[in-house]
């Protein structure tokens, strides 16, 4: 049976970011005290929401990412959405501002986040239709 260590490396390190970006909202929850949702801070809410996009994101796109390797896509496909989604996750992470909707990092961020979900499905499409 083949391994999926494209994938498996990928997720180490989405889970680390995942992990860095839990803690970033646990430390302000415990020194303002806020417990549930962000208490009207607007500190907290932002990275809140770093770390719920991250959350609503990652997921799906690794395990379009396990799929394809699973299928035997090559590993150029699997890097490029890798890729993609590390470099599109990290760009969102810093470019969302509670203030400005519209940072150039943000918008990028988004772009290859989908696009890194777009190479995973074509991965796998050209695997089972070629």
């Avoid at 699997?78 to 989604?85: E, I, K, S, T, V």
């Avoid at 996750?89 to 940072?103: I, P």
């Avoid at 918008?107 to 190479?119: D, E, N, P, R």
Wanted: charged share 10%; aromatic share 4%; net charge positive.
């Amino acid at each position: 049976m083949m391994t999926p260590a494209i994938t498996a490396l990928y997720a180490i390190v989405f889970a680390v970011l995942m992990i860095a970006l839990s803690t970033h909202v646990t430390m302000l929850r415990a020194s303002t005290g806020i417990s549930i949702n962000d208490g009207g801070n607007k500190e907290l809410a932002l990275r809140m929401r770093r770390h719920g996009n991250f959350v609503e994101n990652v997921p799906m796109i690794v395990l379009l990412m396990l799929l394809a390797e699973l299928l035997g896509s090559g590993t150029p496909w699997l890097h490029a959405a890798g890729l993609l989604l590390l470099l599109g996750r990290v760009m969102h992470a810093v470019g969302l501002q509670h203030d400005n909707a519209k940072t150039l990092l943000r918008i990028l961020g988004g772009m290859l986040t989908k696009l890194a979900a777009l190479v995973a499905a074509v991965a796998i499409l050209w695997r089972i239709y070629t």
